[in-house]
């Protein structure tokens, strides 16, 4: 079926179950940044395959609404369709409420399917809606009738992240639980948070592409602690593992019955941000239950890095930056002999990083883009749809990789022969943006909002932006995007010692090109004086920033020093342990400008 086909089927059984509008999310029942096919209903409709975005139809319209990152390929995607894009944050469009707010009357109804939304987005729906009598059904799974050949949910063998990598037990991840729990004077503690369940158990599998997780709840009291899983993917090792650190295995489906089965008067405390709405409504309705709103328990741990997980998140980057000069020395020597496109290097990009030793894969679908795609943040060709690189231009290629030691993300900018004035200018400003926050000294207790302006500084004083944040967190061989910490103007939360940030300034030009430039950045200490304690940042990424485009006139002597200093250093990590030509590029690639 075609686009309009699919949304004409949908406007069909929203009439048979008497809803005038119907809302799909792009989540699945845990609210995952990326999910498994089962759950890619939005796609499904839309055509449109970003990771963030919502789709709504009426009787009449349909809409789609994305972020910044995804402007240039939402409009692509949906050439042909009736479905309207909504560019979210741009002056003067409504948001998707907003907009049904206005188009519909006075008790109509919206539908939804309350797996598919977090507890907090049904609340606010339900505090405007019912200020305009407008009524919601959050029991409505609409997509199941017509989408005859989805995919089953990926079930995928369950494994030990042993403690070697992770620094701390199970049972003493759940003593700091516990110990917050107390804290906040909840007896117990539900999350659906797939990284977060991970990093407590100390499990990692591979049920949504490029993260290592294990689809599963956990309900946690000052006793007992329940992970609910397919228990029929665990083999006897770990189960017995889990057992010895004091964990329950129980059905995926009993989370449910633990909700409802509450018995004695207990006070719950789940993240309404992350917890779906239909686990939420459980504990609403059981009169026993007092909920407690507050922020993810787990969340802050596990952005703070631990001692032995820095380590091996160090060792992670050193291979990573070996796979990366491996492939540039392949990419390199193959492009003199042969004709090659986006697609092909993002299977040499495979290849290099499996090659190296505990590597679980990529981190995330590599992006691989040429000249005007890589003006598409989020752009990733396929084998039917790429463009051919030549002997000009800028290519940019951001791909990260998983490793038992740890996750990585980096992107670089190359240039492939001439570049023009304007991209030489805009490449060298996203450099001076990148070392304006790399060498950033700030004051304990000042957060990635406090810090965005650094990066943006030399951007905006040209008159340019880039339509997204300039850094996120990072898990340990978890979500490549991890919070509750980011560089962007409004995140509120405080950067902790241990913490990791992306450092990724842009310049995107539609129908031209796309610079970027990222590294990972390490919260440490700076020093201490009578005024406060002061952190700054440790770099993490160990490979090569392309100095062919630079224009050097427009960097100062401070800025020309660090460039040089960091690829001493990656010279230093990354030499010992290649060879041949990877060793050659490496050393052509790192001398000082």
């Not at 995804?70 to 907003?98: N, T």
């Not at 290099?352 to 894969?361: D, V, Y």
């Not at 485009?549 to 690829?567: C, V």
Request: aromatic share 10%.
């Amino acid at each position: 079926m075609s686009t309009n086909d699919k949304i004409a089927s949908l406007r069909e059984v929203m009439r048979q179950n008497g809803v005038n509008a119907y809302i799909i999310s792009s989540n699945d029942p845990h609210m995952s940044e990326y999910v498994s096919e089962h759950w890619k209903s939005r796609a499904y409709f839309s055509g449109f395959t970003g990771s963030a975005g919502t789709l709504v139809v009426t009787e009449s319209e349909s809409g789609l609404w994305t972020d910044g990152r995804y402007y240039i390929q939402a409009a692509k995607q949906l050439e042909g369709s009736e479905i309207k894009l909504f560019k979210m944050g741009q002056k003067d469009v409504p948001s998707y409420m907003e907009y049904l707010v206005n188009h519909l009357s006075r008790k109509q109804v919206i539908g939804l399917d309350g797996r598919l939304f977090a507890a907090s987005t049904i609340q606010t729906m339900q505090t405007v809606l019912k200020k305009r009598n407008i009524s919601l059904k959050t029991t409505l799974d609409l997509v199941t009738p017509i989408w005859k050949e989805r995919p089953k949910p990926l079930l995928t063998p369950v494994y030990i992240h042993e403690t070697c990598y992770t620094g701390f037990t199970v049972k003493e991840k759940l003593e700091q639980v516990r110990q917050l729990m107390k804290e906040k004077q909840a007896d117990s503690y539900v999350t659906s948070e797939l990284a977060s369940i991970a990093w407590l158990f100390n499990i990692r599998g591979a049920d949504i592409e490029y993260n290592p997780m294990v689809v599963s709840y956990a309900y946690i009291t000052q006793k007992k602690a329940y992970l609910c899983v397919d228990g029929s993917r665990l083999p006897l090792s770990v189960s017995l593992e889990l057992k010895a650190q004091g964990v329950e295995i129980k059905r995926y489906e009993m989370i449910d019955e633990f909700l409802m089965g509450i018995k004695a008067p207990t006070k719950v405390l789940c993240y309404t941000s992350a917890l779906n709405y239909h686990l939420y409504h459980l504990l609403e309705k059981n009169l026993s239950v007092k909920i407690v709103e507050d922020d993810d328990l787990i969340m802050g741990l596990k952005a703070i890095k631990n001692e032995v997980e820095i380590e091996n998140i160090r060792k992670a980057h050193i291979k990573d930056g070996c796979a990366l000069a491996y492939f540039m020395a392949e990419f390199e020597k193959c492009r003199k002999v042969e004709t090659l496109s986006e697609y092909d290097l993002i299977e040499m990009l495979k290849k290099a990083r499996t090659a190296q030793e505990n590597n679980k894969g990529e981190s995330f679908a590599s992006i691989v883009a040429y000249k005007e795609n890589a003006a598409m943040m989020h752009y990733a060709p396929t084998l039917e749809f790429h463009k051919v690189l030549q002997q000009e231009g800028l290519l940019l290629i951001d791909s990260g990789g998983q490793y038992l030691e740890g996750t990585t993300d980096i992107t670089r900018t190359f240039a492939l022969g001439s570049v023009t004035d304007e991209e030489k200018l805009h490449y060298t400003l996203v450099l001076k943006a990148h070392i304006n926050m790399a060498k950033a000294i700030f004051m304990e207790g000042c957060t990635g909002g406090n810090l965005d302006i650094l990066a943006r500084g030399p951007i905006w004083a040209y008159g340019l932006d880039y339509k997204c944040g300039t850094g996120h967190g990072v898990g340990f061989m978890l979500g490549v995007h991890e919070g509750p910490q980011s560089l962007r103007m409004n995140n509120h939360v405080p950067l902790k010692k241990g913490m990791i940030v992306t450092d990724e300034p842009g310049i995107y030009i539609k129908g031209s090109h796309g610079i970027r430039i990222e590294n990972i950045l390490l919260v440490t200490d700076y020093k201490t004086t009578e005024d406060g304690v002061f952190y700054q940042f440790e770099n993490m990424t160990y490979f090569p920033i392309d100095t062919t485009p630079i224009d050097k006139t427009l960097l100062n002597q401070e800025e020309i020093s660090w460039l040089n200093a960091y690829h001493e250093n990656v010279w230093n990590k990354l030499n010992p342990h290649l060879e041949g030509d990877a060793l050659e590029w490496l050393k052509a690639h790192t001398q000082a400008i």
